[in-house]
């Protein structure tokens, strides 16, 4: 007996493909100067969930680094894409990143 693997919907597929070349060259192991040290514990992916919370005040660099882990958690965990979705973590990234692109873009426009 076997699992199906999941059938995505193709603009899922087109999400993932746009959201690698977005994400390259960002090292999703690696902490960020911006991350938090919680309990003298520096970040670290070993373990690590994302919460809703963690997304409204999310860097760009952040954002990224999770868009890379989305991608390699389902390279390892069939089905992690869909369980991040249902979950509103993409939603929630996604939110996030186009908040910081109308904020760099309002910044621009009183240059």
Same mark, same amino acid.
Do not use: P, V, Y
């Given at each position: &007996? %076997? &699992?199906p693997y999941p059938d995505y919907d193709p603009k899922v597929?087109? $999400?993932m493909?746009? %959201? %690698?070349?977005f994400t390259d060259g960002i090292d999703p192991y690696a902490p960020l100067p911006e991350d938090k040290v919680v309990n003298g514990v520096i970040f670290s992916v070993s373990g690590t969930t994302f919460p809703l919370e963690f997304f409204r005040e999310a860097t760009l660099n952040q954002i990224r680094r999770y868009l890379r882990l989305l991608e390699r958690?389902?390279? $390892?965990?069939?089905g992690h894409i869909e369980g991040e979705f249902r979950d509103g973590k993409v939603v929630a990234a996604l939110t996030r990143l186009a908040e910081i692109r109308n904020s760099n873009v309002n910044s621009s426009a009183k240059l």
């Open positions: &007996m %076997s &699992m597929l087109q $999400f493909e746009a %959201s %690698s070349k958690g389902e390279r $390892f965990c069939d």
